[in-house]
């Protein structure tokens, strides 16, 4: 089944769906487009993931639209909080009517003859396939597989009586009231669960195989509550904004810069909410900060949690699973009713569509990212791809803002293709996430884009660098190149 041709794609109607479409109303009003996505909602991860206590782990006034204030008082939102933000934001935009439900995409084939991408998706709902064109494509996937999150083979594990559980698929009718539960995990979604479930479950065990770092935030920003009363609401939005992008760069910076004093104050936090009994080996991790993404938690309820002793942390290894829980190298053996494996994601770029460009596969393990948005040789296409010590909307905007103005360009130039060239090979062996050293990037670095070895082809992760680059500096710059369709066909000939 064919549908209407439009002027873009998007893939995917999570946050970088929503918001991309948001930014294609806003600044090209004139062009058309439709969204593909799998699920039956929109909403993206805020749709799929349902476990206890989800919320976000960047705060609301970043993660929010440039151009939708968020006025809620809460600084990590809920997830329900953060899906009808997304909801309220595309009715707002009539982006509803644009979004096709139900469709996996399969593959993505570009033609230069026809300045053309061709999508072909099913309908899971009943086997039929769909196939999709459009002017230009726009990734939107977000960055792991939904199907299944990553999860180790334990020893032993089909050996335990209990119930094990993934929290990309945490089963709305599970009870734990009453239960031992054990969280394998260390990271945000780890940190989230264990003071959500304490005091309704017997105990909750965090089982961790290394520390990470914990920064505890106020669940309320008091100061944003009562500007938004006296002041126009963008007002107060943009302004806190702006401090909250401020002092993300500076705790990323001074966390590079100047490692062992974040460590040390990060750590004094921590000693100070735990309490000075408290054993902080826990809370000590060989690595310094932001070596790997560190995680909020809102007025330190995961603090709170373990010093009120409703929950537990353990640092130990695996050994194996047994009937009634884990025995851990150490000879320890954690009591179990339910083992939570919140052991990380299963990282994708672009879902698990096969994409080809005139006949020919693109393995964008072997490419580089173009201003952090556009893959190198691959015609009128981007990906959304937040980031790592920031906001991930903070991407969205400034790639939306882009895709505008490079729409408008190309119209104002009466050409049909753009595509990066990099002429100078700038391409490095390690990945375009080599920064950051988390389990999640590095059982995947192999499989991403390539870092470059300068601009525009290096992705720096620093929104303050990236926001004139893709919002202010000429589109024509050099790098991307252009084309009319047919030129492609002309050039072939005379080179044959």
């Not at 929010?64 to 009808?84: M, N, Q, T």
């Not at 000590?284 to 373990?306: H, I, Q, T």
């Not at 296409?381 to 882009?402: E, H």
């Amino acid at each position: 089944m064919a549908n209407p041709h439009v002027d873009v794609l998007i893939i995917g109607a999570g946050v970088s769906g929503i918001g991309t479409a948001c930014h294609l109303q806003r600044g090209c009003p004139d062009k058309s487009f439709a969204i593909l996505e799998r699920r039956d909602d929109i909403g993206g991860t805020w749709d799929l993931f349902r476990y206890p206590g989800i919320r976000s782990d960047s705060d609301m006034y970043t993660f929010g639209f440039d151009f939708r204030p968020w006025k809620e008082p809460k600084i990590l939102a809920d997830g329900s909080s953060i899906k009808s933000y997304v909801q309220a934001t595309a009715d707002e935009y009539d982006v509803h009517r644009h979004i096709n439900f139900g469709l996996k995409v399969e593959s993505a084939e570009w033609s230069s003859a026809d300045a053309c991408w061709t999508v072909t998706a099913v309908r899971e709902a009943t086997g039929e396939t769909e196939t999709f064109t459009g002017s230009f494509l726009m990734g939107a996937t977000g960055y792991y597989r939904y199907d299944e999150g990553h999860k180790p083979d334990f020893p032993d594990e089909d050996k335990f009586k209990g119930t094990i559980i993934h929290p990309q698929h945490w089963p709305e009718d599970l009870d734990y009231a009453g239960k031992k539960v054990v969280v394998i995990g260390s990271g945000a979604t780890a940190v989230t669960l264990v003071p959500a479930m304490a005091g309704t479950a017997e105990k909750v065990t965090m089982l961790q195989r290394s520390p990470g770092y914990i920064i505890s935030l106020p669940a309320m920003d008091k100061i944003s509550e009562a500007l938004y009363k006296v002041l126009p609401d963008n007002l107060v939005y943009r302004m806190t904004r702006a401090r909250n992008v401020a002092m993300q760069r500076v705790i990323y910076n001074t966390s590079q810069r100047f490692p062992g004093f974040m460590k040390w104050l990060l750590q004094r936090g921590a000693r100070r909410a735990l309490g000075p009994d408290f054993d902080m080996r826990h809370f000590e991790p060989d690595y310094n900060p932001w070596d790997e993404r560190m995680c909020a938690v809102p007025s330190g309820d995961l603090f709170k949690a373990l010093r009120s002793g409703e929950a537990d942390i353990v640092t130990d290894h695996i050994e194996r699973f047994t009937e009634t829980g884990i025995r851990l190298q150490s000879g320890e053996e954690l009591e179990a009713d339910i083992i939570i494996s919140a052991t990380g994601l299963d990282v994708r770029l672009l879902g698990d569509l096969d994409l080809t460009v005139d006949g020919e596969p693109v393995d964008i393990s072997e490419r580089v990212l173009y201003k952090a948005t556009m893959l190198e040789g691959v015609p009128n296409a981007a990906i959304i791809f937040g980031y790592i010590n920031a906001s991930w909307t903070l991407k969205v905007d400034i790639v939306g803002q882009y895709l505008c103005r490079l729409l408008k360009h190309m119209d104002e130039q009466g050409v049909d293709i753009a595509v990066p060239r990099d002429h100078e090979d700038c391409r490095e062996q390690s990945s375009a996430l080599d920064a950051l050293q988390s389990g999640y990037i590095q059982r995947v670095a192999h499989k991403l884009p390539r870092q470059g070895s300068k601009a525009p082809w290096r992705m720096t992760q620093d929104y303050k660098t990236d926001r004139p680059i893709l919002c202010k500096e000429p589109i024509d710059d050099g790098y991307l190149e252009f084309e009319r369709a047919g030129d492609h066909q002309v050039k072939a000939s005379r080179a044959a």
